[in-house]
């Protein structure tokens, strides 16, 4: 009898949940390294202004209304988040096309991004997007002709290259964008990877200024036990269903049971 009694209450928690209403409730941003022109300078102006900074959809991409020009060279500080403010060229470099391919203090690619995140998901919240944000600098594909390589968490991002293979900067010069990343890619610890390699002869120097991490966030719904236990689990619509589907055949196990029991007593009446 008691386990039917357990069972039922577990179930009645399961109806709340197919009732309840995921939205997102949450959204921030973070930067990655300061906003400095590669620690030569100051923006005009602000260099995300006309980017979307979180919220968007997988490998839908957003650029800042301006780019900024600036001197070269440059090297990072101790201060500097680590892969920002360095000049990086291909990782087979054979060549050298442009004035950062030829700095004394580059260094060979990939450009590798570690942007801890856990900060902005709060106890209780999961992830429904993440949009990365990239301030890039002297990227010069279609006049360099040597294509640039961009991997999330070690997956290929064929939109991410793309747009990076799409930047004509002739100079030394930012152009910050964003891009929606794929949330089945994202690590539990809540840190991503960005890698950033240079293809061809690998002489076409590149540098990254400062990076953004905005996520949006939604709750993380519960299932009350019947002792009082609670175990977090993700929502979905089909969940929903099909432990209504199981509550419906526990309840009408637990009905036969009963009529069985009566029947059994009035037996043994007899
Ligand atoms: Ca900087
Ligand atoms: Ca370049």
Known sequence: MSIFKNLSVATAGAVFIALGAVTPTNAVVLTFGDKDLLGTGTYASEPTAGATLEGLSPDTITPATSSFGHSYPFSPNSTDFIGTEQIFIGSTQTASLDGYSEVSS?????????????????????IGTLTLGIAADDFHQPGLNQPFSATVNGVLNTALTTQLNNLDQSGPRVQFFTIGIEPSILQPSNTLTLSIDGGGNGGDGWATDFLTVGITTTPVSTVPLPD???????????????????????????????????????????
Not at 107 to 123: A, E, I, M, R, T
Not at 235 to 264: D, E, T
């Open 228 to 270: 009082g236990v609670s175990i977090p689990f993700e929502f979905s619509p089909g969940l929903g269903i099909l432990l209504l589907g199981a509550w419906g055949a526990i309840a009408q196990l637990n009905s036969q049971v009963q009529k069985h029991k009566s029947s059994a007593r009035v037996f043994s009446k007899n």
């Open 106 to 126: 580059r260094l060979d690619g990939p450009q590798n991004l570690l942007l801890n995140y856990n900060s902005l998901v709060p106890v209780g919240q999961q």
